[in-house]
């Protein structure tokens, strides 16, 4: 349905200005409204509802939680390919996001162009902090499951560091390092996940674990780290500081918009790649915060075209620090999270983890 060859002809993600892109964007996301009004009876019908919603110049910002209300889709049952959950707790209802053939490959293609800049193009050997058994149905995945599978495309020899009840393999870590000694390392994890059962564990142990050769990719479950006071910088000096000093990448995503991954840079911002785009609203009104102000974020995707997820209104403050100038040479927006609207529900990929831990 959905051409977007123009963005995965280009050498980088982060290859047009913020006019360009927003002209290219633009064009795409206009077709999308269009498309998924004609296409998915529940999204029309929203949409033609101004009570409740978000609008700004008529455009439609579904609020991410409807996912949770309404199986959206735009294509038949027959057409399902992949469906997507966000991790909850029994407690809770996830979104589910329905994926066609098309839409998953563009989410593949978007995902391999943009993190082909931060980890190279040749698979380097993979560990994983979480256990094996959450990627077992391939049918149906956690946000966790997606997350993990999704990045095992940029690893092979997937190692995961730790056993299902939670506790370090440490025999498989020392193992998969000694294998790749003086080798360049890809690891993956979930932000919390990598906190509270990695690195605190290996304090509480006094083990020492050699990652200084190593690329670390990871995301969600800030929430709780901001509540116990540990921010992105604290997180890295404990990394650095327990495991050596790897070079650590953060990305913002969700699962209820696929295409939409806001990698870290070098100099700690966040950046929004040619086929994604991020504005900030303030939350007493909804209209464009300027650069430098906080306020609640919107994230716009052309990837989505299996499902109506293309422009959707989060339930995360964050900031704009720039446009086309950030000291890494990447063009488009680069920006920060700051963490949840007060009182949003708590959705986050790896909260849900600790929820349970509590419970």
């Known amino acids: 349905m959905n051409n977007l060859e123009i963005y995965f002809d280009q050498n980088s993600s982060y290859t047009f200005d913020n006019n360009s892109k927003l002209d290219l964007l633009n064009k ?46 735009s294509i038949s049952d027959k057409d399902v390919f992949k469906t997507l959950t966000s991790s909850g707790t029994t407690s809770q209802i996830v979104s589910k996001i329905f994926l066609d053939r098309e839409t998953s490959l563009n989410q593949t293609k978007a995902l391999v162009k943009i993190m082909q800049q931060y980890l190279g193009k040749d698979r380097l050997p993979m560990l994983i902090i979480d256990h094996p058994s959450v990627v077992k149905d391939r049918t149906s995945f956690s946000a966790r499951g997606a997350g993990i599978l999704g990045l095992s495309n940029f690893g092979r020899d ?22 790749h000694r003086d080798k360049k390392i890809f690891i993956f994890g979930f932000t919390f996940m990598i906190w509270q ?30 509540d116990i006071s ?21 990305f913002y995503g969700m699962v209820e918009q696929v295409g ?40 716009t995707s ?10 959707l209104i989060t339930e995360d403050l964050g900031t704009i ?6 000291e890494c040479g990447k063009n488009g927006k680069y920006f920060s999270i700051h963490g949840r609207i007060p009182q949003a529900e708590l959705r986050g990929c790896s909260d849900t983890h600790a929820i349970s831990l509590e419970s």
């Open 230 to 250: 540990v921010d992105n910088k604290v997180f890295k000096q404990v990394i650095n500081d327990v495991c050596g000093g790897s070079k650590i990448h953060n």
């Open 321 to 326: 620090h720039g446009i086309d100038d950030c």
């Open 158 to 179: 997937h190692t995961y560091a730790l056993n299902d009840d939670m506790s370090i393999n440490y025999d498989l870590i020392e193992e998969f390092l000694l294998k």
């Open 28 to 73: 795409h996301l206009l077709m999308l409204d269009n498309f998924h009004k004609e296409n998915c009876e529940d999204y029309k019908k929203i949409t033609s509802n101004f009570n409740g919603l978000n609008w700004f110049e008529g455009k439609v910002y579904l609020p991410v939680r409807v996912f949770k209300e309404f199986e959206l889709k």
């Open 197 to 226: 059962h990695f690195i605190q564990e290996l304090k509480k142990s006094n083990k020492e674990i050699d990652l200084s050769n190593s690329i670390l990719v990871h995301s969600g479950g800030w929430k709780k780290l901001i």
């Open 260 to 299: 939409s991954i806001f990698v870290e840079c070098s100099h700690g911002y966040l950046h929004a790649p040619d086929y994604a785009d991020i504005e900030i609203f303030r939350i007493d009104e909804f209209q464009p915060a300027n650069i430098g102000e906080q306020g609640v974020v919107a994230v």
């Open 302 to 311: 052309v990837i989505p075209s299996s499902y109506p997820g293309h422009r």
